[in-house]
């Protein structure tokens, strides 16, 4: 028979863990939710499993002879050199959009070939491309 000492010790040890089993799952929850997927034109095709109502980022180069700037909106074709996605985009884009640079769309996909996006990133020099976009890239030319 246990001790009055021990009894108190074991149920403070089953509580203290069974909080931070419920706090992990709670914080792990969290982030699955708020976490942008990075994905090119090609990976959007190919994917068989598209969830259609999470936001995601797109990104690759803007198409030459694309861009299309209305009152409301401005839509433009990115690619990655094998695939293309349409993007439509109601806002102000950075002063380093342009044809043929590189861009980040966060949004959400309507359908594997036509995108809305909430927010547009662009490089900020010749130089510089994001990291996932450059492995994206060398990827798909090998």
């Given at each position: 028979?246990?001790?009055?000492?021990?009894?108190?010790?074991?149920?403070?040890?089953v509580?203290?863990?069974?909080?931070?089993?419920?706090?992990?799952?709670?914080?792990?929850?969290?982030?699955?939710?708020?976490?942008?997927?990075?994905?090119?034109?090609?990976?959007?095709?190919n994917?068989?499993?598209?969830?259609?109502?999470?936001?995601?980022?797109?990104?690759?180069?803007?198409?030459?002879?694309?861009?299309?700037?209305?009152?409301?909106?401005?839509?433009?074709?990115?690619?990655?050199?094998?695939?293309?996605?349409?993007?439509?985009?109601?806002?102000?884009?950075?002063?380093?959009?342009?044809?043929?640079?590189?861009?980040?769309?966060?949004?959400?996909?309507?359908?594997?070939?036509?995108?809305?996006?909430?927010?547009?990133?662009?490089?900020?020099?010749?130089?510089?491309?994001?990291?996932?976009?450059k492995?994206?890239?060398?990827?798909?030319?090998?």
């Amino acid at each position: 028979m246990l001790q009055k000492k021990v009894k108190k010790r074991v149920s403070l040890l089953v509580i203290l863990f069974s909080s931070s089993v419920i706090a992990i799952f709670f914080i792990l929850q969290s982030l699955n939710n708020n976490i942008l997927y990075f994905k090119s034109p090609t990976d959007i095709k190919n994917n068989q499993d598209t969830n259609f109502k999470k936001k995601i980022r797109v990104g690759g180069m803007v198409k030459k002879n694309s861009i299309i700037i209305n009152e409301q909106e401005i839509k433009f074709i990115i690619t990655d050199f094998n695939n293309e996605l349409k993007i439509s985009f109601s806002g102000t884009v950075p002063n380093l959009f342009a044809e043929e640079k590189g861009v980040v769309a966060e949004g959400i996909l309507q359908d594997k070939s036509f995108f809305i996006a909430d927010r547009i990133l662009a490089k900020h020099d010749e130089n510089y491309m994001p990291p996932e976009l450059k492995d994206i890239m060398k990827k798909d030319v090998k």
